[in-house]
C-alpha cells in the first residue's frame, strides 16, 4: 500500500515555475513507478510525465516536453515536477500516482494523491 500526497500548486502567471512535490508513504519506493496527470475543468484527466523506480528513465506528454522536468529523491519517498514557462493551459489540478511495476507507462496506476491545484494567470 503506496499513500501519496501532493503539494506546491498554487498560482503563478504564465511564463513562471512551479514545482510539485509528491511524498509517499511505504519503505519499498523505489520499486514503484510515479507519474503525474493533470484534469482541467470540464476535460478528462491526461497524462502529464512518468519516472521509473530509479529515476533514470522519463516520460513526458508532448504538451510538457521541454517545459517539464520530473525527479525523485527516494530516500526522502519524494517525486517531483519542475514546471517552468507556464501557459494558461497548464491551468488543472495536479494528481500523482504509483504503481508497482519497473515497466514506463502512462497507464493503469493504482494509487493516487488527492491532487493540488495550479492557476496559470494571464
Known amino acids: 500500500q503506496v499513500q501519496l500526497v501532493e503539494s506546491g500548486g498554487g498560482l503563478v502567471q504564465a511564463g513562471g515555475s512551479l514545482r510539485l512535490s509528491c511524498a509517499a508513504s511505504g519503505r519499498t519506493f523505489s520499486n514503484y513507478l510515479v507519474g503525474w496527470f493533470r484534469q482541467a475543468p470540464g476535460k478528462e484527466r491526461e497524462f502529464v510525465a512518468a519516472i521509473s523506480g530509479s529515476g533514470i528513465r522519463t516520460l513526458f506528454a508532448d504538451s510538457v516536453k521541454g517545459r517539464f522536468t520530473i525527479s525523485r529523491d527516494n530516500a526522502k519517498n519524494t517525486v517531483y515536477l519542475q514546471m517552468n514557462t507556464l501557459k494558461r493551459e497548464d491551468t488543472a489540478v495536479y494528481y500523482c500516482?504509483?504503481?508497482?511495476?519497473?515497466?514506463?507507462?502512462?497507464?493503469?496506476?493504482?494509487?493516487w494523491g488527492q491532487g493540488t491545484q495550479v492557476t496559470v494567470s494571464s
Open positions: 500516482a504509483a504503481r508497482f511495476t519497473a515497466v514506463l507507462s502512462q497507464n493503469r496506476y493504482d494509487y
